[in-house]
């Protein structure tokens, strides 16, 4: 921030945190004196690594000449919400071999659990009315409570609200119980630790400090600093499925400095004496900064841990007999423990707009009340002279009068808004996931890869998506990477290292000519197999394999070996190759790791003759920017990087140098600096190596092809017949962008409209003669081109800008695609984040499958204007794909599957339906509620505005819980409008859900007006077909009861046959549903009426069985009223779908008038399944298809809008095939 920020915001600083600064202040600098040998090295006027300087808080503001406290504290509070995603603690000191100084660090006992005894009723009932239904109708129970206010008794509120919590609390104490076991498994399990001698003991009880020997198979007891295993080369071998899902095994290599300790017995480990200074716990998986510092003749003062030195709580030991770890964090300061925190709530958009009508009702329900007890007053002032009302004229009686008045219709019409409406959808929706969970045709067979739903609250918005954000590799394509081509000393070449035998045998002969190409040559293939992280694993069966944590390293190391040059074996400290069938030995110095900000990597090693060299492979945009000047083979190399992109290949420039002796060792002296350093590690590493990668000779490119995955072009189609649009953010090169997006049938038939400018004006300019093509300042409304943007990652970065973004947003919303090339992750987001909050009613769905695309499914942003971090989602919907990159992106979403043709059924069959069904039973809730509750207000206008309810008490209380309770049910899990066949081959369809035409303001209050005429419609009818007191059998007139109970009954019934005209598919559990409610009303009656005196309830009730249910009067009721409510609406209904049919009607109509039958296809897993309909059929039969037919295609061969002929031929002809 500034000094103006700082002034700003100086009342928001409290005493408290004042102190909390102060100890971190005095922490730091503990830390400082304990560590004086740490240096500073400058080179070129900027330092790195490790100063002895104070904490690096007073450092800041030393810069910023911040000499007030409250200014300090404000800097340290604004930087940490900008840069952390956590709230850092202060660094750790651990004591190797010396528990007494470990003892105030966080112990092992782990809880995970949500309650315990004690916490649970506080917890629980704080999250359950933080709720405002739920506070709402506890509002109501209690206003209940007070006498002679509530006309419903004192416990109609109270008890449906208790057996609504009851159902959420057993649901919660069984999880939660759950979880205390799996915490008391966890905390029992036993490892061996060094105290003395190993002993067994319970992880508990395991220190920071502690010397650990974990076996093979064994998980991690906590988090860990490997010190030695058993392999000569201390490698072992780590499963991290529980940390990130990944089932590849991680490769980690033990220090130098302890890799030799514990090989020869304890003594060595006894005797180690020393301390580790790493940074404070933090949720950061793939990061660790640390550094340690062994006593000893000719050590070092400090050295530094990498991140694979680090065994992480929950990860597994494989294929190493053992291994010796350091304790480093502990508990729940485990990086373990630190993820695990709850996803992020995202709220749909739907839940959104009923949130909005529900306040509106509430609104409605206040003005009925003032209205009724307005009423109520003046219907007393003028009756006040009829002595048996004991009224009272004062003024302030008049006034307490109408106050009482207004609580008792406020509990008297509270039902308005339906209770059971938050459990439903909770219920609803978490069935709806499973749905999605267990669907076989989203299962991936190759790699026993299940469809898994891991946020339930949005799955109606899967019915809406409008734009798809989608990474390239590994989301469209399959990340299965060969090399097909290279570039080697300025000449083309064609290697397949599994099936171009032919090509690699010239490349050989190439080789042995001898002349300077042959140099750069052999030059080239060293670098592929020297310059990686692959670690070679000896196999007798297989012989070499490679354990990669890159498919594009492994493909190239196996293209090299093919080639002639072998990687042979890797230790911490060498790399050996086979060159032709001799052998050479390197000598790793320094490794540079890529990341997808230096978009390279870089290796120095040792030559086996004693020469120092540096090689490097990466984007060609940041390695040419690294090259000598006037590089030989800088343009034709270009020339083939063009033609590789072009042919949807992904390139890489290999490049060497080399450095001398005097300006190696200079530099080392930096890296480390940096590689020590506990403040900003990462970027001071960064600076080192850019010191360092310069001067590079170019040797060649490589280009490895990525093939698309199964279906991605009929997919893309498919999505873009469903109105939705397909914008690819990849980091590849553009002309590989391209090439891809014509191969997967994105930007087929579309016109390009590149942008690759360099500078903010020439992107403005350029943008702007695109929208001048396309009309886009003329016109008021955005149309859609056929047209598709291009446009890369530095030309994103100006078009991001403020002055140009609302031009850069309306050229592309109005073209049909859009594909950013070399975009960087933040860009990602950017993007998304761009669409998300500039184009309102639009749900954005991002799909990605690697780490880099974790910023676009799930981001983290500032709200600059309120000063709080608060953590928001880029995307309305996060898909990840579970590929070779990892999980990441799967941990980070909200739906993951295995195959990107996957999401076509996700949204269009999926989303479509649960968007249907939710709309109908937040409607349906909402309809039969306000049903029967108006009938209440109506009732009053008959009663004097006394507020004496119509229906008995617990029959008003047990309305919602049980006899309308399962008709919403089965709407809203079991409903369709058209079969899954059918919207998978009619996209079109998806339109009328991604408009939400089902469920918006407007037809709320359609619903909301039905259901008042039905309530006029009822009550009336009934009311005054018995008002002058029918006669019933035994003589008597009926009386309020009589008349309560008979609209009651008609309103169960109408409701009932309302979800029936709603629902559009009868599977028995919607019979069951619906003819279920309406019996359990009469057997309710039946038994209720019998309650007292055996109970002290229904007293009302007494012998009212025997005069409904012998009442002719009665049954006319119940039949006469649904009729009059119902029938209009059928005959609407009717006209509307033949009239004026909407593209859904024709397609219901369609599916039940298809002639003969129809066979519909689908695909799953390379296997074709088929869907068999026809006359005579009452359900679908399916059956394998066990051949090969031409008339069976993808999807346009078997489309709706085909002719009854072909509909005929086709399945007569492939019915006998498949007979």
Not at 343 to 367: C, D, H
Not at 819 to 846: D, F, G, H, M, Y
Not at 1149 to 1155: I, K, N, S, Y
Request: aromatic share 10%.
């Amino acid at each position: 921030g500034n000094r103006g920020q700082m002034a700003r915001q100086r009342e928001l600083i409290q005493e408290d945190d004042r102190v909390e600064l102060i100890e971190l202040r005095r922490q730091g600098s503990d830390a400082d004196e304990e560590f004086p040998l740490r240096r500073s090295v400058g080179n070129q006027g900027k330092s790195y690594g490790v100063r002895h300087t104070p904490n690096p808080l007073v450092s800041a503001c030393e810069k910023l000449k911040v000499s007030n406290w409250r200014r300090y504290l404000l800097f340290w509070k604004s930087h940490s919400r900008i840069h952390k995603a956590e709230k850092p603690k202060p660094r750790r000191t651990i004591h190797i071999n010396s528990p007494q100084l470990n003892r105030h660090f966080c112990s092992n006992h782990i809880s995970t659990a949500k309650y315990n005894l004690l916490s649970f009723f506080p917890l629980f009932l704080f999250d359950q009315f933080r709720r405002y239904a739920n506070l709402f109708f506890l509002a109501i129970a209690l206003l209940q409570q007070i006498p002679g206010i509530s006309p419903t008794g004192r416990f109609t509120t109270a008890v449906p609200l208790f057996l609504v919590l009851l159902a959420v609390a057993v649901k919660e104490i069984i999880e939660d119980l759950r979880r205390h076991r799996a915490d008391s498994r966890q905390n029992r399990q036993v490892v061996k630790v060094l105290r003395g001698v190993y002993e067994d003991t319970h992880w508990k009880n395991v220190v920071v400090g502690d010397i650990v020997w974990v076996r093979d198979k064994q998980f991690f007891p906590a988090d860990l600093l490997l010190l030695s295993s058993s392999d000569p080369k201390s490698i072992c071998y780590v499963k991290t499925s529980n940390l990130d899902g990944e089932t590849n095994l991680k490769i980690k290599q033990a220090h130098p400095e302890t890799s030799l300790l514990g090989l020869s017995g304890r003594a060595d480990l006894l005797q180690l004496k020393g301390c580790v200074e790493c940074e404070g716990p933090n949720n950061r998986l793939y990061e660790f900064t640390g550094n340690i510092s062994v006593q000893g003749k000719g050590r070092r003062a400090a050295e530094p841990i990498l991140t694979n030195q680090i065994l992480l709580r929950g990860s597994q030991l494989r294929n190493t007999r053992w291994v010796l770890g350091l304790v480093i964090y502990t508990g729940h300061d485990s990086k373990l423990l630190r993820n695990a925190n709850r996803a992020p709530l995202k709220r749909s958009n739907m839940e959104s707009i009923t949130n909005g009508q529900v306040l509106y009702l509430f609104f409605v329900l206040v003005v009925l009340s003032l209205v009724s007890s307005i009423a109520s007053t003046v219907w007393n002032s003028l009756n006040s002279h009829r002595f048996y009302l004991r009224m009272e004229a004062s003024t302030g009686s008049a006034v307490l009068h109408l106050f009482y008045s207004f609580l008792t219709f406020l509990i008297l019409y509270n039902n308005l808004i339906p209770i059971s409406l938050i459990v439903t959808l909770e219920v609803v929706k978490y069935i709806q996931a499973y749905f999605i969970n267990f669907d076989r045709d989203l299962y991936y067979s190759e790699t026993d890869t299940p469809a898994l739903a891991r946020n339930s609250n949005l799955s109606e918005e899967l019915g809406q998506v409008k734009y798809i954000f989608a990474d390239k590799t590994g989301t469209l394509t399959r990340n299965e990477m060969e090399l097909k081509q290279c570039s080697i000393a300025g000449q083309s070449f064609s290697v397949d290292a599994t099936h171009g035998q032919d090509q690699i045998a010239s490349l050989k002969r190439v080789i042995k000519v001898k002349g300077k190409e042959t140099a750069v040559l052999v030059e080239f293939l060293k670098v592929l197999a020297l310059c990686h992280s692959v670690v070679p694993e000896s196999d007798k069966k297989r012989g070499v394999a490679y354990q990669a944590s890159s498919p594009d390293e492994e493909a190239l190391v196996k293209a090299a070996s093919a080639c002639g040059v072998k990687l042979l074996s890797r230790t911490p400290e060498t790399v050996t190759i086979d060159v032709f069938g001799q052998t050479e030995e390197y000598k790793v110095l320094n490794l540079l790791e890529f990341t997808s900000d230096r978009k390279r990597m870089s290796v120095i090693l040792r030559s086996p003759e004693g020469s120092i060299r540096l090689m490097c492979k990466g984007a060609e945009s940041v390695v040419f920017n690294r090259l000598v000047e006037g590089d030989p083979l800088c343009q034709e190399t270009g020339r083939h990087l063009e033609k590789f992109a072009l042919d949807g290949l992904r390139t890489l420039c290999i490049s060497a140098t080399n450095l001398d002796e005097a300006t190696y060792m200079e530099w080392e002296k930096v890296y480390y600096a940096a590689s020590t350093s506990q403040e900003n590690r990462e970027r001071a590493l960064d600076e080192a190596a850019e010191l360092i990668e310069k001067n590079l000779h170019l040797l060649g490119a490589t280009a490895v092809e990525d093939k698309l995955q199964e279906r991605v072009p009929e997919s893309i189609e498919c999505l873009r017949k469903a109105s939705i649009k397909v914008w690819v953010l990849t980091g590849d090169k553009q002309e590989t962008a391209i090439a891809t997006g014509f191969s997967s049938k994105q930007l087929t038939g579309l016109n390009l409209m590149i942008c690759n400018e360099r500078t903010q004006e020439a992107v403005n300019s350029r943008l702007s003669s695109f929208a001048n093509q396309l009309s886009l300042h003329n016109r008021k409304e955005l149309s859609e081109h056929k047209s598709a943007l291009i446009i890369d990652g530095q030309a994103l970065a100006h078009a991001m800008d403020p002055s140009i973004s609302k031009l850069f947003l309306d050229l592309a919303l109005s073209c049909k695609s859009v594909v950013c090339s070399r975009v960087t992750p933040a860009q990602k987001a950017a993007v998304v984040e761009l669409v998300k909050r500039n184009v309102k009613r639009s749900i954005t769905l991002a799909i990605g499958d690697g780490a880099n695309d974790v910023a676009m499914i799930q981001a983290s942003t500032l709200h600059t204007h309120t000063h709080t971090h608060t953590r928001t989602q880029a995307a309305h919907v996060g898909v990840g794909i579970s590929g070779r990159e990892g999980m990441q992106a799967t941990l980070a979403s909200d739906y993951a599957f295995a195959q990107f043709h996957f999401l076509v059924k996700l949204l269009l069959v999926h989303g479509a339906w649960n968007y249907h069904r939710l709309s109908k039973l937040i409607l349906y809730c909402f309809y039969k509620n306000i049903c029967l509750y108006m009938i209440e207000f109506w009732f009053v206008f008959y009663n004097g505005f006394s507020g004496q309810p119509i229906f008995e008490r617990w029959t008003i209380g047990l309305y919602n819980v049980i006899f309308t309770s399962l008709p919403p049910l089965v709407l809203g899990l079991f409903d369709k409008d058209v079969d899954a066949e059918v919207r998978m081959l009619r996209p079109s369809l998806y339109r009328s859900s991604q408009r939400g035409t089902s469920f918006n303001s407007k037809v709320f209050w359609i619903w909301v007006a039905v259901s008042i005429v039905h309530s006029l419609a009822i009550f009336f009818v009934i009311y005054y077909g018995l008002h002058h007191g029918a006669p019933l059998h035994d003589g008597k007139v009926v009386g309020l009861w009589f008349v309560g109970n008979t609209i009651y009954t008609a309103t169960v019934v109408t409701v009932c046959v309302k979800a029936g005209l709603e629902s559009e598919y009868w599977p028995w559990v919607t019979h069951a549903a619906i003819w279920g409610s309406i019996i359990s009303w009469f057997l309710f009656v039946a038994a209720y009426s019998h309650f007292w005196p055996t109970f002290p309830v229904a007293v009302e009730m007494v012998g009212l069985d025997s005069k409904l249910f012998g009442s002719f009067l009665f049954y006319l009721s119940f039949l006469l009223c649904p009729a009059i409510c119902i029938l209009p609406e059928v005959l609407v209904k009717s006209f509307r779908m033949h009239l004026f049919p909407s593209e859904v009607d024709k397609a219901k109509l369609e599916q039940q008038q298809c002639p003969a039958g129809y066979l519909s296809v689908s695909y799953s897993n390379k296997r074709p399944r088929a869907r068999l309909y026809g006359d005579g059929l009452d359900d679908a039969e399916e059956s394998p298809l066990e051949y090969t037919s031409n008339a069976i295609s993808s999807s346009d061969s078997w489309s709706y809008e085909d002719t009854q002929e072909r509909c005929h031929k086709n399945v007569n002809s492939d019915l006998q095939t498949l007979l």
